[in-house]
């Protein structure tokens, strides 16, 4: 039992549970890769639309508590983006919950863990004190995105099936990314020991990984940000910064957070089940009439569901007069 009360505490979701950091991010990497690896192997089998629904929950309840440990206002929206997402997979109308996403998300993981009352609120905290930002270009839902998906094509990559895969390299950015969730949560809950020590245990797995000699905790910690910022500088090297109000509405990231899947219940009727980050093209886009993949459809289709295609996705460009 944790003895100190941290923000996600109050949401009784999470009250009675209290979930560990480390616990979420175990919990939504496996999922995430469960998912993956159905997709991979088995895209036609009955247990997607389950696996699909495990995914939104778990990676929807780490968002949601990284949220309210920080204060992301990028986070709040990817929680409530996957409750959505979870609502539709329940296929529960807005009259059948009239709030929103992340409501459903919180009553949901509750009934997980046998909790009657998921959504509703304790009396609050008194108001915390400005937190730390996460010290990187990037946000906080492209860092949970990355992290899982390091973590599933590195487990992915040791089957003989996938032989391009580079291992090593899904491994060592898997471990950075779990790394920095662990220390910006750690710095915004300074009393959460657990979640301190597992941040200087990733980046004391980092040194050893590059092979350089160990040091202290802080140091170890503060070696895992050095090459995360680093890495971060490379990525955007050869990127021109988008403005925070871009027009293709990424602000800033470089990525937007698009639904790539839906379910077909015939009749024309198509609810969401999948969505990941995709490059913004900075500016608002349309389909090419004469894509190849899609023929100018927008859209490709296989049994039961609809994908967006995105060879054809070329930005829009307005011509002023004068």
Known sequence: MHATLHPEHT?????????????????????YYQLTYALEHQPDTDAILILRRHQALHLGALCDVLALRTGDPNLHEAARDHGDMLREVDSMSLHDHPRNGRDHLRTQYGHLHGHARGAAHATPLPALSPLR???????????????????AWALLGQSPQFPGIDVPHEQRRHLITQGVILDWAASASPTDTATTTAAARAGHALRALDSQPALDDQGARAYLLDIALELDDQDHQDDDPHPLDCAGGCAGDGEILTVLTWEHHGEGIYTPVHQEPILCLGTATSHAADC?????HGYTYRSGYRELCLDGRTAEVTHQDG
């Open 11 to 31: 949401i009784h979701a999470y009250r009675q549970e209290r979930p560990s950091l480390t616990r979420l991010i175990r919990e939504a990497q496996w999922a």
């Open 133 to 151: 930002r996460l010290p990187l270009q990037r946000t906080g839902p492209w860092l949970v995105h990355h992290m899982c998906d390091h973590y």
């Open 292 to 296: 190849p993949t899609c023929e100018g």
